[in-house]
C-alpha cells in the first residue's frame, strides 16, 4: 500500500496551492468589495473571471473531470487532494478553476448521458466558463429524498414535452450566468416500476413559464457565491422532445448516476474546510490569552485542536480510499465506502467547526472570520445530497444483508 501521491498529483498540488496563495486568497476581500458596487448581488464579481481566465492559462481548469476529451484527464484519487485546496476557499476557488457544484454534476451527466447536439449546445459553454446551470430535482410538498416521490410532471405533447411542478433549494440559480437546468420529473407516473417514472429533460432558463420566483435562504445566508438557492415555478413550460437526456423513465438511474463524484467532491472540499478550521484555531489560540494564559495553553484548547488533526486524518484515508476504489472498481463497487464518507464527513466537519467558532469568541459567529459561514454550509451537507439518515439506512440494510448471506 503506498500512501504517497503520485508525480501528476504532487506537481498539481503545487500549482494549485501556489496560485491559491498569489490569487485566490488575496481575491476573497476584492469580490468582496467589487459585490457592493453591482447591479444585483447575484451577479459575478468581475474579479471571478478575470481569476478563470488565469486558471485556464495555468493549466488549472476542469480539473474533476476524468474524460481526457473533456476534462483534465485526473483520476478521482489524483482530484482529491486538489478538491480539498479548493475546499479551503469554497466562495471563490471551487468556480475560478471550473469545479464548482452543480455544474461539476451537470457536466458529468451531459458528458455521460447527452447526445450530439446537447453537448455541442450546452456542455461546450460549460467547460468553457461561459455559462452556468441549475438541478432542479427537490420540491417543498414532498419528501424528496425519496426521488420517486417527485411530482413534476413532463408530459408529451406532439413533438415538445410540457413541464409543471414547482421546485426549491435550486443552487446556482439566481446568478443571471445561470443558462440551463437539467429538470427531473415525471413522464410516466403510472409506470409499475416506481425507479423507471422519471425523466430528465434540459431546459434553458429563458423558456416561457419558467420562473425564479425567490431566493431560499441557509441559516440566513444567502449563499451569493454559489448563485443562491432558488425556488423555481414550471408552469406549462415547453421544450421539444429533443431535450430529453438518456431514454424516457430513465431519469432515476441518472440521478444515481450525478450523485456518487458529487457527493466525493462535497467530502473533498469539506476535509479543505477543516484543515482551513484549524490553522485558525491554533492562530487564535497563539495569538490570545485569557486569565493570564495564552489560549494555546488550556488543556481544553488542545483537546479541540488535537481531536480535529485526527478526525481530519481519519476521514481523508477513507475518502482517498473512496476515491481509488471508485477508480479501480467504478462507483458502484465503491457505493458502500461514498455512503460511508458522505456520513462521516459533513458530520465531523461541523463539529470540528463548531469549535472553531467557540474558540473565536463573538469573532466566530461574526462575518470577519469565514467560520460560520464555512459551519452553515457544512452543516447543509448532512441534508443535499441525501440526508445522514438515508445514507445510514441504506448502508446498513447492505450490511445486515451481507451477514444474513453468511458473508459477513
Ligand atoms: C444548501 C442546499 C442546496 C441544495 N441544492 C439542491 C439542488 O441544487 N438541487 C436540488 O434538486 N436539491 C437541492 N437541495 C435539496 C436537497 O437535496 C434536499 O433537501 C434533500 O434531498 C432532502 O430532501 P427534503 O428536503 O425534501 O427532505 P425530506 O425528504 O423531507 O427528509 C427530511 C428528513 O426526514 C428524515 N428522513 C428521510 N428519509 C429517511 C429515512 N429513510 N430514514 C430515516 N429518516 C429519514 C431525515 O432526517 C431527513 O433529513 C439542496 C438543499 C440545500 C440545503
Known sequence: MDFAYDA????????????????VYPAEAVADE?????????????????LKKKARRYGLWNLFLPDRTYGAGLTNLQYAPLAEILGRSPRLAPTVVNCAA????????LTEFGNAEQRRTWLEPLLSGEIRSGFAMTEPEVASSDATNIET??????????????????????????????????????APDIRRQQSMVLVPRDTPGLEVRRAMRVYGYDDHYHGGHAEIVFDGVRVPRSNLIGEEGGGFAIAQARLGPGRIHHCMRLIG???????????????????????????QVREWIADARVQIE????????????????????AHTE????????????????????QLHGAGGVSQDFPLAEL????RTLQLADGPDEVHQRSLARRELKRHAAGEG
Open 153 to 190: 410532471r413532463i408530459r408529451r405533447d406532439g413533438d415538445d414535452y410540457v413541464i409543471s411542478g414547482r421546485k426549491w433549494y435550486i443552487s446556482g440559480a439566481m446568478n443571471p450566468d445561470c443558462k440551463i437546468f437539467i429538470v427531473m420529473g415525471k413522464t410516466d407516473p403510472d
Open 34 to 50: 467589487q459585490r457592493t458596487e453591482l447591479e444585483s448581488p447575484w451577479q459575478t464579481p468581475p474579479v471571478v473571471d478575470e
Open 314 to 333: 481519519q476521514l481523508r484515508l477513507l475518502v482517498l480510499k473512496t476515491a481509488w476504489l471508485m477508480d479501480t472498481v467504478g462507483n458502484k463497487g
Open 102 to 109: 452543480p455544474d461539476t454534476g451537470n457536466m458529468e451527466v
Open 338 to 357: 461514498i455512503q460511508a464518507i458522505k456520513i462521516a464527513t459533513p458530520r465531523a466537519v461541523v463539529g470540528i467547526l463548531d469549535r472553531a467558532v
Open 273 to 299: 474546510m477543516a484543515e482551513r478550521a484549524v490553522e485558525l484555531m491554533c492562530l487564535r489560540a497563539n495569538g490570545r490569552s485569557a486569565f493570564g494564559r495564552q489560549l494555546a495553553e488550556q488543556g
Open 8 to 23: 501528476r498529483t504532487e506537481e498539481m498540488r503545487k500549482k494549485l496551492q501556489s496560485f491559491m496563495d498569489e490569487h
Open 375 to 378: 459551519w452553515a454550509a457544512a
